[in-house]
């Protein structure tokens, strides 16, 4: 599985387009009825502005996009390949 980032950016009339397409993946997400190899890990909404940061793990990075592009967004989506650099060690420290 690879990590995929995810950034949406949208234009103020487009809120409620976008609102409702996350909507549709979360319940997907919570229902365990995305498509194979698709795991969504998390949804970030910046404060104050038109932009969305979602982390997946996939099978691959064209597999994520060509199920986003069925569900017909109409703004722009920016996703990119990462690779963890540093994550916080849950425990005694």
Do not use: R
Not at 56 to 77: C, F, K, R, Y
């Amino acid at each position: 599985m690879t990590t995929v980032v995810v950034i949406h950016t949208w234009k103020d009339e487009q809120a409620n387009q976008v609102m409702d397409f996350a909507k549709k993946v979360t319940d997907m997400a919570k229902a365990k009825k995305l498509p194979q190899g698709l795991e969504l890990q998390s949804i970030d909404l910046a404060k104050g502005k038109n932009h969305a940061v979602c982390v997946w793990n996939v099978d691959s990075l064209d597999h994520l996009m060509q199920v986003a592009g069925s569900l017909g967004p109409t703004w722009e989506i920016n996703a990119f390949e990462a690779n963890n650099f540093y994550t916080k060690k849950k425990g005694f420290f």
